[in-house]
């Protein structure tokens, strides 16, 4: 049983984040003054529909963009201050990404795929080692069009962890995957967060990963509208959509 999330150390804390896109004469508000702390080793997901902010909020975190206002820091890191050599930094050493389409290149296997990653981290594992915590240590030397579509999605989160990331940022993983497919991947997801102690942010339009979450926070029209720690998390065995 995890502790309370007061009783943790929060890897992130984000205050009044706004972030406005322009074009031309139009302004998008994608996020309208959003406030969350995230915690060390926490199992989180973002909910919400197409155009709520889920995607945004993520990219900021990640350091792949830029607030327009407010501000976010990862621990003692203020990444709306950090210049882009920094924001490099953080990223190589601290994230790991997943995102919808597995984005493997073609003409590499799977250990070469996830290789790519573990030839710039600080302190990675070995690839081979990545691929046997997803269950792939038999398919080291297929290439991604020898594998169905889970076991792509599964080499991208191979590849991800391959550095050994402080946290890991999923942009809805399961969105191109059949429900039986996307239960294995959040299993594999789920597996990694216990396993690592990885604070693990799931980005999804879909209620039912909520019910795995060890907390859920709901955006709606670029505002946090709800957040509630699960009582009882369920395996994503029993999820069904």
């Not at 269950?135 to 889970?150: I, K, N, T, Y």
């Not at 990694?192 to 019910?211: E, F, K, M, P, S």
Request: proline share 3%; net charge negative.
């Amino acid at each position: 049983m995890q502790a309370p999330a007061a009783d943790r150390e929060a890897v992130f804390r984000v205050r009044g984040l706004t972030r406005v896109f322009r074009m031309g004469e139009v302004e998008i508000h994608a996020l309208r003054g959003v406030d969350l702390d995230l915690y060390a080793g926490e199992f989180v997901v973002l909910l919400g529909a197409s155009g709520s902010g889920k995607s945004t909020l993520l990219n900021i975190l990640g350091g792949l963009d830029r607030a327009t206002s407010g501000e976010v820091r990862h621990r003692d890191q203020d990444l709306g201050r950090a210049d882009e050599a920094a924001l490099t930094r953080y990223r190589r050493r601290h994230v790991g990404f997943v995102f919808q389409f597995y984005n493997l290149i073609a003409s590499l296997t799977a250990r070469e795929n996830v290789a790519i990653v573990t030839e710039i981290a600080e302190a990675p594992m070995d690839p081979a080692d990545a691929l046997a915590l997803v269950g792939l240590q038999e398919r080291l030397d297929h290439f991604p069009a020898q594998m169905s579509g889970g076991e792509q999605q599964r080499v991208a989160i191979a590849r991800a962890i391959a550095k050994n990331p402080e946290i890991l940022l999923c942009d809805e993983p399961t969105g191109a995957l059949d429900s039986a497919t996307g239960v294995r991947v959040l299993e594999v997801l789920e597996d990694i967060n216990r396993r690592l102690g990885t604070t693990t942010v799931v980005i999804t339009h879909n209620a039912v990963i909520a019910d795995m979450a060890d907390r859920v926070i709901r955006l709606s029209d670029g505002r946090v509208v709800e957040a509630h720690v699960n009582e009882r998390k369920a395996a994503p065995g029993e999820l069904h959509w």
